[in-house]
Nanobody, 123 residues
Framework: QVQLAESGGGLVQAGGSLRLSCAGS????????MAWFRQAPGKEREFVAA????????VYTDSVKGRFTISRDNAKNTVYLQMNSLKPEDTAVYYC????????????????WGQGTQVTVSS
């Protein structure tokens, strides 16, 4: 079992940066793919980025390509989301999620979820 806890959210002006962290507990963190999803008010949860268990492959939704970077440190049981050039439309609650080994862009395929961290980008 993997327990996840996000941190690093906050209020930032458009064009600014934030780094989200997701700390995982449990021996099996390193054998899980990790992903970030986000949910804006009144909208469905959407995929943002994912990284496979080894860290050797990443995938992003088109709207964040070139601005966001997902990475992981298995020694620290932590996954990161570096967010640069933030836009007001990035405002959402950001969730990290885990599933065994290989990533997916479908939220239904992730077994473990964190509680979320709020990111607000002002214009």
């Amino acid at each position: 079992q993997v327990q996840l806890a996000e941190s690093g959210g906050g209020l930032v002006q458009a064009g600014g940066s934030l780094r989200l962290s997701c700390a995982g507990s449990g021996r099996t963190f390193s054998s899980h793919a990790m992903a970030w999803f986000r949910q804006a008010p009144g909208k469905e949860r959407e995929f943002v980025a994912a990284i496979i268990w080894t860290g050797g492959s990443t995938v992003y939704t088109d709207s964040v390509k070139g601005r966001f970077t997902i990475s992981r440190d298995n020694a620290k049981n932590t996954v990161y989301l570096q967010m640069n050039s933030l836009k007001p439309e990035d405002t959402a609650v950001y969730y990290c999620a885990a599933r065994p080994y290989y990533s997916s862009s479908y939220s239904s395929e992730y077994r473990y979820w964190g509680q979320g961290t709020q990111v607000t980008v002002s214009s």
